[in-house]
């Protein structure tokens, strides 16, 4: 075993398609806090601090567990795990399949357009068909009886890029590593006709392995909306999170 097969923090041997250069042990250790601190995380707070004009005027507020319950009788709703432009994600547990999952809902204001039903069902079954290791999978999808739209995903036990990014420790091997995992994800994407359109720290998650995820693909389309309060043209309105697009 050669020297860049372990880990130069720790010394521990690198798990077969981890990183070059990056133990998950030690790269979670940048992102996450330890112990119980993990289980008393603070959720209400946005995965980000760049604005998002996706969060409605007076602030999307998330229903508690508790009263999701009555909506997803199959699921055990067991908290909310965050919230943004985009929605809430909770964590739960379907119970016929006794698997943890993220449950995703949308911000109820965007179905109330006669559009919107039929354009998340076409959108909703492409993003289901995106079957790649590096992009955070798509169970299921529909609207309860209360029209409230949903996804069921793919859940992610670990840390967002931007936690890792905010605790100052992420080196520029470690940033080389992650982009390569994040371009073969973004090009098969494009290869199936799915633009991501809001490629961003938070939303590239890394789990406890290490291994990194894409989540959100294609929801800044699906909602019809850009990814910020930035408005780059009324006419042809693009979509995306200026700090992230490219220059043109």
């Not at 909310?80 to 399949?97: D, E």
């Not at 039929?118 to 299921?140: G, M, Q």
Request: negative net charge; hydrophobic residues 40%.
């Amino acid at each position: 075993m050669t020297e860049e097969n372990h880990c130069p923090d720790c010394g521990a041997e690198l798990p077969a398609g981890t990183p070059q250069g990056q133990c998950p042990q030690c790269l979670m250790k940048l992102g996450l806090p330890t112990g119980a601190e993990v289980d008393r995380a603070n959720v209400s707070k946005p995965a980000s601090d760049v604005p998002t004009c996706a969060t409605p005027p007076g602030g999307f507020i998330p229903p508690g567990p508790s009263v999701l319950a009555a909506q997803f009788p199959q699921l055990d709703i067991i908290e909310l795990l965050g919230q943004g432009g985009m929605g809430a994600v909770y964590k739960a547990r379907q119970k016929q399949l006794d698997r943890i999952v993220a449950l995703k809902i949308l911000p109820p204001e965007v179905g109330r357009t006669e559009a919107f039903a039929e354009r998340f069902t076409r959108e909703a079954r492409s993003l289901a068909k995106l079957n790649h290791p590096r992009i955070v999978s798509v169970h299921d999808f529909g609207h309860t009886e209360a029209g409230l739209y949903y996804f069921i995903m793919e859940f992610i036990d670990g840390t967002d890029l931007r936690r890792v990014i905010q605790s100052g420790a992420l080196s520029s091997d470690d940033a080389l590593a992650i982009v390569p995992q994040v371009c073969d994800a973004l090009q098969f994407a494009h290869e199936e006709g799915i633009v991501h359109r809001d490629v961003k720290p938070e939303n590239i998650l890394i789990d406890k392995k290490g291994r990194v995820k894409i989540a959100d693909f294609g929801l800044a389309k699906l909602l019809d909306r850009p990814a910020t309060v930035y408005t780059l043209t009324q006419a042809g309105q693009r979509m995306g999170t200026p700090h992230y697009m490219a220059p043109e």
